[in-house]
Every structure is written in C-alpha cells, then in structure tokens.
C-alpha cells in the first residue's frame, strides 16, 4: 500500500502504448459518442476525485452537463490501461471529463461541486481507496480556469481551517492530456446502479460570500 501511495519518477513509469482505445460506442446518458469533442459554445472540465465511477455520476446528474466520459491523466505514461494504472507505475490519476454548457452551469459551480463531494486533504488516496490513482486533482484548461480553481480553492481552505479539517492536497495543474478508460467504466453507476461509489465530502461547504 505504502509503495502506491508514492510518484513515480516520468523516467520509471511504464511505457504504454502509441495507439488510445478506440471508443465509438454512444454514452448511454447523453447519447453521445464516448469520445464526443466539445462543440461550439460549450466549455470543458477536468476533476480528479478518486475512484472515477461515482465522480461521473454526481457531474451527469447536473443540469447544464452535456457529457461526462472517465480516463487518466496527469501522468507519464500513454495510453495506459487500468491495470497499469491501478499499479502506479503510471503517474496517473483517475479524471472525470466534463462537457458543459456555461450558459446553464458555470466552471466555478462544477469546482464547487468538486470540493464538496470528496475529502481533498488525503493525499494519496480517497477513502478506503489507496493509491496515487485516487489523488484530488483538478486539471485546468486555461489561465481563466486556474485563477477561479486556485480562488475556490483558497476559500475552501479557509472552511476547512476554521473546522479543523487539515490541510488540502489537491494538485490544480495545466491539462497536458487525457486518456479514455475502458468501456467498461465509462458511465459505470449507470450501467451498475447499485455498484460501488466511494464519494465522501468532509461535510463542509464552500463559503457563500463568492459569487458563482
């Protein structure tokens, strides 16, 4: 448990593969294909919040999401697989891809969302999930998105610190790719109704005074 709950260093991860999954099946909950591009006028969104299954869930369930499919990211090796990832060696983090519309929901929400529904301070793992594939990690698009990540972030520190939660440690880093898992944990909750979702928030809020 200990050795999954380091980094590993970009030159020891695992190589991977040069060609990604090729997805063409329809997400059961937008119709859409898995691997479906944003269109015009609508932004996307990346959250890493442990396990990927019932963090997909709780951003589907929104009014205002287009689409939501889970991969990897925020590691070193291409293409990976589950497996690989579950092993490490990957760098990788399990990441919700979110499809929205701006008009109904805005980034700072979908951030609010995020920070409410798990415990951003466990580090390398969520739960009883353990492992650097389970760290809190918000992968921004563009510099309008890191300023309102870093600003939602700072006050739910201060929520926290006021509760005597700890300290976060929830990576908010440049997007530099995704990697689409397999079909079979793309919308998985929908598919498994009653299979496992291990979301937990800490019982804090985001303060009300920012205006989202």
Known sequence: MSDKQNMVASEQALVGREQPLKLTQAN?????????????GQSIAYF???CFWGAERLF???????????????????N?????????QTGHAEVVKVIFDPLVISYEKLVELFFENHDPTQGMRQGG???????????????QQ?????ALAG???SALSEADKGAMTTEIEAFTGFNFAELEHQQYLHKNPEGYCGLGGTGICMPPSLNR
Request: glycine share 12%; charged share 5%; proline share 4%.
């Open 155 to 157: 006050a739910f520190q």
């Open 60 to 78: 589907w369930q929104q009014a205002g999401v287009v689409h939501t499919a889970v991969g990897y990211a925020g590691g070193f090796t291409p």
């Open 129 to 143: 999930d353990v492992g650097t594939q389970y760290r809190s990690m918000i992968l921004f698009v563009d510099a």
């Open 146 to 150: 890191q300023q309102q990540a870093q």
């Open 48 to 50: 890493g919040m442990g």
């Open 80 to 88: 990976p697989s589950y497996t690989e990832v579950c092993s490490a």
């Open 28 to 40: 059961p909950i937008s119709g859409l294909a898995v691997n479906v591009q944003a269109q015009t």
